[in-house]
């Protein structure tokens, strides 16, 4: 069971990290990722994400897989509850000139239809914790 599936937590879970978004992308465009994600960033491109295609979940402003573009993977899908979140997401992916490597979509990955595409690579970075039987 996920958190959201159409219930009112994964609105709540929406609201809450919404608030945040502009404040999330703003330390991004300012400082890039926070610790935790530069350190999962350099171990992904250490493993060898070149021409990698990527599926973020749970993904905030698409800090960690915009990052893992410039490095060179071909393209992403970022999946976040928030349309706050997505909003930033894609406006962060077009000041990088990133757009046409991108896709952003609104949702609970777990009951997203349609599904989200096969990727080499899945994140999930702190969403883990919005999910009770993960």
Same mark, same amino acid.
């Given at each position: ?19 945040s ?9 300012? *400082?890039? #990722?926070? +610790?935790?994600?530069?350190?999962? $960033?350099?171990m992904l491109? %250490?493993? @060898? ?40 997401? *894609?406006? #962060?992916? +077009?000041?990088?000139?990133?757009? $046409?490597?991108?896709?952003? %979509?609104? @949702? ?15 994140m ?11």
């Amino acid at each position: 069971m996920s958190c959201c599936q159409g219930s009112a937590s994964c609105a709540g879970t929406a609201r809450f990290f919404g608030r945040s978004a502009k404040r999330y992308a703003k330390r991004f465009r300012k *400082r890039g #990722l926070d +610790a935790a994600q530069g350190r999962l $960033a350099d171990m992904l491109t %250490r493993t @060898g994400i070149q021409g990698a295609t990527l599926l973020e979940i749970g993904c905030g402003v698409g800090g960690l897989h915009l990052d893992l573009l410039r490095r060179g993977a071909r393209s992403a899908v970022g999946i976040d509850v928030s349309e706050e979140m997505i909003a930033e997401a *894609r406006e #962060l992916a +077009a000041g990088l000139q990133l757009t $046409a490597q991108t896709e952003h %979509r609104v @949702g609970d990955v777990v009951t997203l239809s349609p599904a989200p595409p096969s990727c080499d690579v899945v994140m999930l970075d702190k969403v883990v914790c919005c999910y009770a039987d993960w």
